[in-house]
């Protein structure tokens, strides 16, 4: 059964300040994907990593993937309060469903 | 309009009660999912469809069910629905290539009193 854990779960950062979440995984998977939700919003797509060494940006959020190692990280570079939202990794289980993370709830201080 | 959206937006019902959730789609996928999320859970998987003939269990399908009334429609049944069952509810599509992930809707809140 696939696992799919996050850390951190809570992550309190200052504006300017770089930082990283991990996302490791239980089983083989070479898809992975990172979703962004805002309180009481829905889930935002931000990155879809699809092979091993896969590597995206968007601004200041750059995600990667390293399917040897079950592990996909989100690097976030010169943190704005912007940014502060819940992040969940998700790993594709097979049979055609994902399974997500509990999320790291980031809160960006100014 | 959004590509995928649910009804209604927030719901009380009572214990003991039967409530269906509502999920439209425009996007023309194939897959559709509801899933359950509740604070420091992460989102869970009930049910999944691959079309109107192909359903699908997920993690915790107990005291669900589902109809696939058409490509576009996928309805999320509370038969008896309980206090543990206050929840924020996704329905999600995707396409059969997933490389593109999943949409999302803009979610149900149901509070079971």
């Known amino acids: 059964e696939l696992k799919v854990e996050q850390n951190p779960l809570f992550l309190s950062m200052q504006e300017g300040k770089n930082y990283t979440i991990y996302c490791n995984y239980s089983?083989?998977?070479?898809?992975l994907y990172w979703y962004r939700q805002d309180p009481g919003k829905s889930l935002e797509s931000l990155f879809v990593?699809?092979?091993?060494?896969a590597v995206k940006q968007e601004g200041r959020l750059m995600a990667s993937l390293d399917t040897k190692a079950r592990l996909s990280t989100l690097h976030i570079t010169a943190a704005v309060h912007d940014l502060s939202a819940t992040y969940f990794c998700?790993?594709?289980?097979?049979?055609?469903?994902?399974?997500f993370g509990k999320g790291t709830r980031l809160h960006i201080l100014p | 309009d959004a590509d995928v959206t649910q009804t209604p937006r927030n719901r009380i019902t009572k214990t003991g009660k039967r409530i269906m959730l509502e999920c439209s789609q425009t996007?023309?996928?194939?897959?559709m999912y509801w899933y359950r999320q509740d604070p420091g859970l992460g989102l869970r998987l009930i049910y999944y469809?691959?079309?109107?003939?192909?359903?699908n269990k997920g993690e915790i399908s107990d005291g669900y069910s589902v109809s696939r009334q058409a490509q576009a429609k996928f309805s999320l049944s509370l038969e008896s629905a309980i206090p543990n069952q206050t929840a924020l509810y996704f329905c999600?599509?995707?396409?059969?290539?997933?490389?593109?992930?999943?949409?999302f809707g803009s979610g149900t809140r149901l509070t079971v009193v």
């Open positions: 999600a599509t995707s396409e059969l290539d997933r490389g593109y992930g999943y949409t």
């Open positions: 998700a790993v594709d289980g097979g049979d055609d469903k994902i399974i």
């Open positions: 990593l699809l092979s091993n060494g």
């Open positions: 469809s691959f079309d109107v003939k192909d359903i």
């Open positions: 089983t083989t998977s070479d898809r």
């Open positions: 996007k023309g996928h194939d897959r």
